[in-house]
């Protein structure tokens, strides 16, 4: 069994003592692992940073076994992400996420060029951890939809108005007018503009956090928690360092 494909690494960690296992998001074979033989020589570790994009062969005797990867280092954003340590924990959360959702060996090329995109994102921005946050929530939001968990924000639940929609209800996750849902405010989550109208370039710090603070929950309710996994730690580590910069 043999294919090539493109994929953005998702992870590579120690896989005896010199090989690394390679976690790939690609873009015909979805999520896809295997081990990268001397993987942690210096030449090889270099390529498989997370967020680095490769051309990859994948062999293997019998399908459904781990295989091996073969690769060749098309892209890395690194070069340009190096002494900003958010922008590095924004693509570690990101690469995490997508790590922790995406079920291994089923095609999902919108979602790779979705990560594609939010990628290159980090790559060209300097300093907007905003921008970065709320670029994560859309993907996770477009994870959902992939999945089958996809939010209804096009109208509100209780009225079908597609005016003023600021909350989600986490029963239906479907969107709630600030009319309908005042009365219930404390048990809605929080709809923010930028997720169904504006632009990425509009949201604020607050927003980010409020918008990451509905996707994680429908994350968690419908693929964290199923699967037996928390949150990422590289997430909650990014959110982290997001809250501190929404005090400042």
């Given amino acids: 069994m043999e294919w090539q494909d493109e994929g953005i690494v998702l992870s590579a960690t120690r896989f005896g003592e010199h090989d ?15 081990y990268v033989k001397a993987g942690m020589s210096r030449r090889n570790k270099a390529n498989l940073q997370v ?21 060749e280092l098309i892209h890395s954003p690194l ?15 990101v690469t995490a996420v997508v790590a922790s959702t995406m079920p291994e060996r ?5 979602l ?5 995109a939010v990628v290159a994102l980090l790559e060209e921005t300097e300093g907007d951890i905003s921008l970065w946050a709320a670029a994560l929530a859309k993907l996770e939001l477009a994870i959902l939809k992939e999945l089958g968990y996809g939010l209804d924000l096009s109208e509100c639940a209780g009225t079908g108005s597609t005016e003023n929609l600021v909350y989600v209800s986490p029963k239906s996750g479907r969107a709630v007018s600030a009319e309908a849902g005042g009365p ?10 930028f997720l169904t109208a ?26 964290w928690i199923v699967h037996g996994k928390g949150m990422p730690p590289a997430r909650d580590r990014f ?10």
Wanted: charged share 25%.
């Fill in 112 to 116: 790779f060029e979705r990560l594609e």
């Fill in 106 to 110: 089923e095609t999902h090329e919108g």
């Fill in 184 to 193: 219930y405010k404390g048990r809605l989550l929080p709809l923010p503009a």
């Fill in 20 to 34: 690394a296992l390679l976690e790939l998001m690609t873009r015909t074979h979805g999520r896809a692992r295997g």
């Fill in 51 to 71: 967020g680095n994009r490769l051309s990859v062969t994948w062999r293997s005797r019998i399908e459904t076994n781990l295989g091996r990867f073969t690769h």
């Fill in 239 to 248: 959110i982290s360092t997001l809250a501190r910069a929404a005090q400042t």
């Fill in 79 to 93: 070069g340009l992400m190096m002494g900003d340590g958010n922008r590095v924990s924004a693509l570690s959360a």
């Fill in 198 to 223: 504006g632009k990425l370039a509009d949201a604020g710090v607050h927003d980010a956090l409020d918008a990451l603070r509905t996707t994680g929950y429908f994350l968690d309710r419908n693929v």
